[in-house]
């Protein structure tokens, strides 16, 4: 490949197609007809020696050479851009519109926070959530499609950035007038009571111990502690009874309502459902692991000073994210 025979125009138009992933969206994006973006991406797969993208029943999905430019070539762009005087970021005039990572759990109990902070501090700002739920969280991050993820991570490979927001403790909830209600719940309860779980992803999603793994990145599919919760069962000589597990953690009040199922949750989401005085909240009878909620963005935003504005709202609002100890 001759670099200085290659438009460096195009490096803007693949930056694009990779984000979009679709030559019709890209094409509005750059302001050029979908042939012309089609005749650029034509250009660069001559230029490149590789095909970049493949046609799917999705879209077009970039292959693995592409996928590796990626990150190199948006950070150049922002470098570029930052060379070239791009005006200060005013989060008052700003106009922009951030992509966060997050599963249901989060933008119920942080994001709305944060959303109701943006409108009086930041109000032309927009923010679309994508759920961090999906298989391909990781790749999304590294082309670019997502600014920030928040969640649970065990591992953060060396390209991504990561910080720590707040440590979530498990408790356990229950509908009102419960049959465990009115005493500590022990382990005998956990054993004879039917149990809710959430779990976003499993064996065949990848998922080994909890977590699932994606070029990298280990977050967490399970909504609790599974391990502590079977050992302590174990020691007492009991099994879990596990009779519902569903993706959602928002659906858990209304499947609790008429049963007298149990089911683990992060404490700060415990308190959201208790708010409606129809869940109740109690301690486990166990100990079990605090994790800890992150945020994960690309080291290219480490010179973006509009996603390190949006980083430090985050972690104002987070100070005020883990309650109190719950009811016993």
């Known amino acids: 490949m001759n670099f200085d025979r290659i438009d460096l125009n195009l490096i803007r138009v693949l930056d694009v197609i990779l984000e979009e992933r679709n030559l019709v969206r890209a094409g509005l994006r750059l302001h050029l007809s979908q042939s012309a973006v089609s005749h650029a991406l034509a250009r660069l797969r001559e230029a490149i020696g590789d095909e970049l993208f493949v046609r799917t029943g999705k879209g077009l999905e970039p292959t693995a050479r592409a996928l590796a430019m990626a990150p190199s070539l948006r950070e150049a762009l922002s470098r570029i851009e930052e060379s070239l005087g791009v005006q200060p970021f005013d989060p008052q005039r700003s106009a922009r519109r951030f992509f966060i990572a997050a599963n249901d759990h989060v933008t119920a109990v942080l994001v709305a926070k944060l959303s109701r902070r943006l409108a009086a501090r930041a109000p032309g700002i927009s923010l679309v959530i994508r759920p961090s739920t999906r298989i391909d969280l990781a790749e999304q991050i590294d082309v670019g499609r997502i600014d920030l993820a928040i969640g649970v991570f065990a591992e953060v490979p060396k390209r991504l950035r990561s910080q720590a927001l707040a440590s979530l403790g498990e408790v356990m909830v229950m509908r009102k007038g419960h049959p465990a209600a009115r005493r500590r719940l022990t382990m005998a309860d956990l054993a004879k009571?039917?149990?809710?779980?959430?779990?976003?992803?499993?064996?065949?999603?990848?998922a080994v111990g909890g977590f699932i793994?994606?070029?990298?990145?280990?977050?967490?599919?399970?909504?609790?502690?599974?391990?502590?919760?079977?050992?302590?069962?174990?020691?007492a000589g009991l099994v879990p009874n596990i009779r519902v597990t569903v993706p959602h953690s928002l659906a858990i009040p209304s499947l609790l309502l008429d049963s007298d199922m149990l089911s683990i949750v992060p404490q700060s989401l415990a308190q959201e459902f208790a708010s409606g005085n129809r869940i109740l909240v109690r301690k486990l009878p166990y100990s079990s692991q605090e994790s800890v909620l992150r945020a994960v963005w690309h080291r290219r935003n480490d010179h973006d000073p509009a996603c390190i504005w949006l980083l430090d709202e985050i972690r104002a609002v987070a100070q005020a994210y883990e309650p109190g100890d719950p009811h016993r």
């Not at 009571?193 to 990848?206: F, M, N, W, Y």
Request: no cysteine.
């Open 193 to 206: 009571h039917p149990l809710l779980t959430v779990s976003v992803g499993g064996d065949e999603e990848g």
């Open 213 to 235: 793994v994606e070029r990298g990145l280990a977050r967490q599919s399970e909504m609790f502690d599974r391990r502590s919760l079977e050992e302590a069962l174990k020691d």
